[in-house]
């Protein structure tokens, strides 16, 4: 479904069940341990992104709030709730917005607005570690990749 969603948002799309591959965005399906940890995995979370060298990660499966904790030097959204296929829309315009020079966190606050008890039934539960803060892609030409 993400796959679908969002390829055509960008130049190449990667996809790989062993091997981190490089590119700028990296969508992550995997469950966290308590501690934070890919489960399964011999590389921590911060690992893979730094091998990356991704800008943005999207921890894509459900995990607990409790588990979702990292510092990785990267925009890093954690998956709580992906409410059906909102998550992949909710990505697709957040991306499209940041196409056209919006920063990712002024894109995200537009279409999530973080008003004390404001209701988001229409969109994906997630919390944003925003580490690198206002990313914003070229407008002229997409990003080098995507990886899920």
Excluded at 38 to 48: D, F, K, Y
Excluded at 69 to 83: E, L, M, P
Excluded at 99 to 127: C, F, K, N, R
């Amino acid at each position: 479904m993400d796959y679908s969603a969002l390829k055509p948002m960008f130049a190449y799309v990667r996809m790989s069940d062993d091997v981190v591959p490089e590119c700028d965005v990296l969508f992550i399906y995997a469950a966290l341990d308590p501690a934070g940890a890919v489960v399964g995995s011999n590389q921590s979370l911060a690992r893979m992104i730094r091998s990356a060298g991704a800008s943005i990660a999207v921890i894509a499966s459900v995990n607990p709030l409790d588990n979702c904790k990292a510092r990785v030097g990267a925009n890093v959204v954690f998956t709580i709730d992906r409410n059906g296929e909102k998550l992949s829309r909710f990505f697709a315009e957040v991306f499209r917005r940041m196409y056209a020079g919006t920063s990712m966190l002024s894109a995200w606050v537009q279409l999530a607005p973080q008003a004390s008890g404001e209701e988001h039934s229409d969109l994906p539960g997630t919390v944003m570690a925003a580490e690198l803060g206002h990313i914003v892609f070229a407008r002229s030409a997409k990003p080098a990749s995507t990886s899920s």
